[in-house]
């Protein structure tokens, strides 16, 4: 079973013991996964886990690259859902400084 982007809601606090020691293992397995990305701006991202939820966090310089950390989490057993709100700074363009 894959997850499922679900669209971005308020982070609640944890109810339980049991709830908080599998949020954190699942947080754990998540965070693990994307430090194994080649690509460096996708290990600094973060992700938070609620009720098998992750929150994934950071920022990124495209499109692709969010894609990339999200699409690496879909497959941590126990993920249900994610929701991806990392933001995408894309990178200066060059600006043509001649003058006509």
């Known amino acids: 079973m894959s997850a499922t982007l679900i669209p971005d809601r308020t982070f609640a606090d944890l109810s339980n013991s049991a709830d908080l020691a599998h949020s954190i293992d699942l947080q ?3 965070q693990a996964s994307l430090q194994t990305s080649r690509y460096s701006e996708v290990q600094k991202t973060t992700c ?5 939820v992750l929150y994934l966090q950071g920022e990124v310089t495209s499109f692709y690259l969010k894609q990339i ?3 690496m989490l879909m497959n ?3 993920v ?7 933001h995408v700074q894309p990178t200066h363009t060059r600006r043509n ?3 006509s």
């Open 97 to 99: 400084d001649r003058t």
């Open 80 to 86: 249900t859902h994610i929701i991806n709100t990392i």
């Open 69 to 71: 950390a999200q699409t």
């Open 48 to 52: 938070k886990c609620h009720h098998g």
């Open 76 to 78: 941590v057993p126990g």
């Open 28 to 30: 754990s397995r998540a």
